[in-house]
Protein backbone atom coordinates (compact mmCIF):
# COMPACT_ATOMS: atom_id res chain seq x y z
CA UNK A 1 0.00 0.00 0.00
CA UNK A 2 1.49 3.66 -0.93
CA UNK A 3 1.10 4.87 2.21
CA UNK A 4 3.13 8.19 1.42
CA UNK A 5 0.84 8.75 -1.83
CA UNK A 6 -2.27 8.21 0.48
CA UNK A 7 -1.07 10.53 2.98
CA UNK A 8 -0.57 13.10 0.45
CA UNK A 9 -4.60 13.13 -0.86
CA UNK A 10 -5.26 13.15 2.65
CA UNK A 11 -3.34 16.14 3.56
CA UNK A 12 -4.00 17.67 0.47
CA UNK A 13 -7.61 17.41 1.43
CA UNK A 14 -7.14 18.65 4.99
CA UNK A 15 -5.27 21.80 3.79
CA UNK A 16 -8.34 22.74 1.40
CA UNK A 17 -11.12 22.13 4.19
CA UNK A 18 -8.88 24.67 6.47
CA UNK A 19 -8.96 27.29 4.10
CA UNK A 20 -12.58 26.96 3.40
CA UNK A 21 -13.05 26.79 7.36
CA UNK A 22 -11.32 30.29 7.47
CA UNK A 23 -13.85 32.17 5.01
CA UNK A 24 -16.71 31.34 7.42
CA UNK A 25 -17.74 32.68 10.55
CA UNK A 26 -16.59 30.42 13.55
CA UNK A 27 -19.94 30.04 14.46
CA UNK A 28 -21.62 28.34 11.66
CA UNK A 29 -22.96 25.17 11.15
CA UNK A 30 -20.87 24.81 8.29
CA UNK A 31 -17.98 25.62 9.96
CA UNK A 32 -18.76 23.32 12.56
CA UNK A 33 -19.16 20.71 9.61
CA UNK A 34 -15.61 21.41 8.36
CA UNK A 35 -14.08 21.18 11.98
CA UNK A 36 -15.49 17.49 11.97
CA UNK A 37 -13.68 16.48 8.54
CA UNK A 38 -10.60 18.09 9.60
CA UNK A 39 -10.91 15.53 12.56
CA UNK A 40 -12.01 12.91 10.53
CA UNK A 41 -8.66 13.47 8.33
CA UNK A 42 -6.63 14.28 11.19
CA UNK A 43 -7.80 10.13 12.43
CA UNK A 44 -7.33 9.15 9.04
CA UNK A 45 -3.80 10.14 8.15
CA UNK A 46 -2.76 8.92 11.72
CA UNK A 47 -3.80 5.43 10.66
CA UNK A 48 -1.74 5.86 7.91
CA UNK A 49 1.14 6.37 9.81
CA UNK A 50 0.48 3.58 11.95
CA UNK A 51 -0.24 0.96 9.12
CA UNK A 52 3.18 2.30 7.67
CA UNK A 53 5.10 1.65 10.53
CA UNK A 54 3.15 -1.78 11.27
CA UNK A 55 4.47 -2.85 7.67
CA UNK A 56 7.60 -1.62 7.46
CA UNK A 57 7.55 1.02 5.03
CA UNK A 58 8.41 4.55 4.60
CA UNK A 59 6.03 6.60 7.08
CA UNK A 60 4.41 9.81 5.71
CA UNK A 61 6.09 12.79 6.54
CA UNK A 62 4.60 14.65 10.10
CA UNK A 63 1.47 15.92 10.82
CA UNK A 64 0.88 19.92 10.73
CA UNK A 65 1.21 21.77 13.65
CA UNK A 66 -2.14 22.69 14.30
Known amino acids: MPY ?3 A ?10 ERQLEELPADSHEADELRRE ?3 LREEYQH ?9 RPE ?3 LPEL
Open 8 to 17: KVVLDRWREV
Open 48 to 56: LVEAAVAHH
Open 60 to 62: PPP
Open 4 to 6: QRL
Open 38 to 40: IYR
